[in-house]
């Protein structure tokens, strides 16, 4: 069992930057891909980043690329989601996950409890 916290949502304006961290308990981390998903009010939970265990291989939807980037520290158990440019649309609930790369974003295995990010406009 993996257990997964996140932190670091808050409320920022328009145009500002967060960093969300993900920290894990898996004793065997590395071995893990991990990935970031969204939950908007009313709407479906979406992929927005994973980075594969050992953090060579990074994938993203298309409307975070470039604003948003996903990274590992495997020595601390800890992925992060930098958030930057910021838009009202990014405002959700971001789960952390753990789990395998697939084809197209990845299979979560592990789920964290989630963090709320609130853009003002």
């Known amino acids: 069992q993996v257990q997964l916290v996140e932190s670091g949502g808050g409320l920022v304006q328009a145009g500002g930057s967060l960093r969300l961290s993900c920290a894990a308990s898996a004793r065997t981390f590395s071995a893990y891909a991990m990935g970031w998903f969204r939950q908007a009010p009313g709407k479906e939970r979406e992929f927005v980043a994973s980075i594969s265990g050992g953090g060579t291989i990074t994938r993203y939807q298309d409307s975070v690329k470039g604003r948003f980037t996903i990274s590992r520290d495997n020595a601390k158990n800890t992925v992060y989601l930098q958030l930057n440019s910021l838009k009202t649309e990014d405002t959700a609930v971001y789960y952390c996950?753990?789990?395998?790369?697939?084809?197209?974003?990845?299979?979560?295995?592990?789920w964290g409890v989630g963090t709320l990010v609130t853009v003002s406009s």
């Open positions: 996950a753990a789990g395998f790369l697939d084809s197209r974003t990845m299979g979560v295995l592990y």
